[in-house]
């Protein structure tokens, strides 16, 4: 096993609450465990079509070996 410090940036999405949930409970550079499904992207910049990998997120959750958390359940609209 070999730990790897290097700064990782993913193209991640997270939609409706859990994304609204993300933006209130994380900071940029907070250490994540991203669960989800994997597909490519492509677009246009300057003539040249580039692609890239996004990961678009089931559920987020802060990396408890670098950090403590307090759960807060959030009402659901509709939750029986």
Same mark, same amino acid.
């Given at each position: ?23 209130? $409970? ?15 992207? $492509? ?15 089931? $559920? &987020? ?12 359940? &959030? ?6």
């Amino acid at each position: 096993f070999v730990v790897d410090d290097t700064a990782k940036h993913h193209n991640v999405q997270a939609w409706f609450h859990l994304g609204q949930n993300v933006l209130a $409970s994380l900071v940029k550079g907070t250490r994540v465990v991203v669960v989800g499904a994997e597909h490519t992207e $492509s677009y246009d910049k300057d003539g040249q079509l580039v692609y890239r990998r996004i990961l678009k997120a089931t $559920s &987020v959750a802060p990396d408890l070996a670098y950090a403590r958390a307090t759960v807060t359940p &959030v009402p659901r609209e509709n939750s029986h």
